[in-house]
């Protein structure tokens, strides 16, 4: 081992490799400048997720806090610019920093996060950005919910986050302003304000013509909020209003994170929203895919998904077997979901595959059948590069016989290999989710979802788990295509 003072000096070479294994071996060494020394090696390269790995495993208690200290009022200003690598730093610190930090320490974190809270910096270039903050205040979120503790990022009396900002004036934001210049704000006071001009910045930033990065870091705290605080900012980007969010703007990837948010939201006025008849028919497949996902995973939303089911908004055959089987579960609407889909179930699959045969002699098309299959399977099947990777990937079935995939197509569960077993898991939130078993653990269980999403879920919040003999896919996909298209799938599937 190198002397420790020789490690400070190398954790801030302009060698990455230096940088790296000086980091590796801070490890569980003791000295006052170390925190100094890992926060200059972040700010060296914070876009290098194995230093960040290696600095983050050299931290010891308090040490996150006195590297964002350190980064906070030394980092370069380079034109204003909000570096991505830095939202992702600030989000892994605040899911570090939470893991030891008291109420006490949360408030005076904050305050050194924002700068307001001490008057003699206010003058200083501002070196942490709303959008880097609002990364912090998720990661925040996120490791507290590790630790067991729900935490919101808004204030109203049911919101545990009152327990680490205090609201103790009910002063107006002038006043806070006129405050604030007169040096007389109280701590508290401060950074309750500060946040909640956190919140209002990334609230307008959710729709606004600005870089990925800063949306998507915005979009993620809305989802930490609340329905009344940032329902609608979310749903501008989704739903089929002109005077709302520039079309440009809503792009594919923006719109699953607003969808994500708003499960994340765990209020009913959500599916309400989502599952209007206008709203449902304007959604892409992928989006659609994203708002099953949410609304069947809470029971809260199960009664109006099934409400939009028995009103024909949402289609029977948009509804996974493994889907079904959990809205079936639900305590009061239950009854009405299998009375639901006893009706539409197809009984023979077998007969629904013979009926199908005939599209094995019409002519299909290579490329409307490539508009198919990224309308009707790339959400879990990957073929070349379009699509996820959740269950087979379809590339190279040029050798398979056209009835074969037709029988797959048609009867989804007639053979369901091992690797591709379906499992529920219910948590103790009252949440289900169905997808692929991805990762096993003493400690957490990982599923691949559809869109290819995954979810991790500790041990200790797994309430109950099941594996199913049915298939992820959905019956019934015939239906949502012609015969032509059918037949045109096919032949782009075999080419």
Known sequence: KAPIKTLLKQAQSADDN??????????????????????????????????????????????????FDHIRTTRPIKNGAVQQSYITLMKELGRIVVQDCTPAQMIHFWNLGTQMAQPELRKEPIRISVWERAAFLNGLILGAKKKGVKLTATHPDAHPLRNFIPLTSKITPAEIKAQYEANQLPTDVVADFTIKATLRSARNSVGAGISLPRRFAAIELMGNTDFGFAGDALLRLLLPRADLVDVALRTPDIQAAAVQALGNLNDARVSQALLQPKAWASFTPTVREAVLGIITRSALHHPGLIDALEKGIVPVHAITPARRKTLERHKT????????????????????????????????????????????????????????????????????????????????????????????????????????????????????????????????????????????????LEKTMTKQELADLLVFLKK
């Not at 060494?29 to 290696?54: C, G, V």
């Not at 379809?394 to 398979?400: A, D, K, P, S």
Request: net charge positive; glycine share 6%; hydrophobic share 45%.
């Open 18 to 67: 230096a940088r790296f294994l000086a980091a590796l071996q801070l490890a569980k060494q003791k000295h006052p400048d170390k925190a100094k020394a890992l926060a200059a090696a972040l700010m060296q390269d914070a876009d290098d997720k194995w230093l960040r790995a290696a600095v983050f495993n050299a931290l010891g208690k308090g040490d996150a806090l006195l590297v």
């Open 333 to 476: 609407a239950g009854a009405r979901a299998k009375q639901l889909f006893a009706k539409h179930t197809g009984r023979d699959r077998m007969k629904a595959f013979e009926a199908a045969k005939p599209v094995l002699k019409m002519k299909g098309a290579v490329a409307n059948g490539a508009k198919i299959f990224t309308r009707a399977c790339a959400t879990c099947h990957r073929h070349g590069n379009t699509g996820h990777a959740v269950g087979p990937d379809l590339t190279g079935l040029r050798n398979q016989p056209a009835e074969a995939l037709l029988l797959h197509i048609i009867v989804p569960n007639q053979e369901v290999y091992p690797q591709y077993t379906m499992y529920e898991v219910d948590t103790n939130e009252t949440e289900t989710f169905a997808g692929l078993l991805a990762a096993d653990t003493p400690l957490q269980i990982t599923l691949k979802l559809p869109l290819g999403l995954t979810k991790t879920i500790a041990r200790k919040d797994v309430k109950a788990i099941r594996a199913s003999s049915i298939s992820l896919m959905p019956d019934l």
